[in-house]
């Protein structure tokens, strides 16, 4: 029984050594040294440049990007406006001695209004034209009311009537000056000239 008492004493002994030899001790922290400090500031300098040069990159891809966006919507409003021009140019023709706007030039007409309606810094003079048959004075007054025919569609479609000017030509200016049916045909015709 001592022995086993002794074994217990040492058993106890050892334990409370090595639990003593588990405890956590505080350690404290002395201050860096200046050459330490100094490093650790260069590399903090060099992170921070490293960020503010990728943030530049990243701003400078945003910018050029956005530059080739507006690039983009600018090529294609040109692209509208350029096809929109050559739509307004083109002409509405006439039967003989008749200003009456015939039913295949009608939606030429209405493409014409929709297309002032959206760009309303166009103005446009609309410019009466006959063929070469019958006295000028009866031309120049058959020219007029083919202009004022395509004048007057256009208004009831929408636009604004000082936007649109009208003009006769008469006979002038042909577009054919051959002395038959189909060249006359060509110049009985209501021109779209535009202005800005």
Not at 17 to 23: F, P
Not at 152 to 181: H, K, M, W
Request: glycine share 6%; hydrophobic share 40%; proline share 3%.
């Amino acid at each position: 029984m001592k022995a086993r008492a002794i074994v217990l004493c040492v058993a106890f002994v050892l334990l409370a050594g090595l639990g003593a030899g588990c405890s956590k001790k505080r350690v404290e922290s002395s201050p860096a040294s200046p050459a330490v400090e100094e490093r650790m500031t260069e590399q903090r300098d060099k992170e921070q440049l490293k960020l503010d040069e990728q943030a530049r990159i990243e701003r400078e891809r945003a910018l050029q990007e956005e530059a080739l966006m507006q690039e983009a919507k600018a090529a294609e409003a040109k692209k509208m406006f350029d096809d929109a021009v050559v739509e307004l140019g083109n002409m509405v023709h006439f039967d003989f001695d008749s200003f009456d706007i015939k039913q295949e030039y009608r939606p030429l007409l209405q493409s014409k209004a929709e297309i002032l309606k959206k760009y309303d810094n166009v103005t446009m003079v609309i410019e009466g034209y006959c063929d070469d048959r019958g006295t000028e004075e009866y031309n120049l007054a058959l020219g007029e009311r083919r202009a004022r025919a395509a004048y007057e569609f256009l208004i009831l479609l929408g636009v604004a009537p000082e936007r649109l000017s009208i003009v006769s030509y008469g006979e002038e200016d042909p577009i054919d000056p051959g002395q038959n049916e189909t060249a006359w045909a060509q110049n009985r015709r209501a021109q779209f000239r535009l202005t800005y």
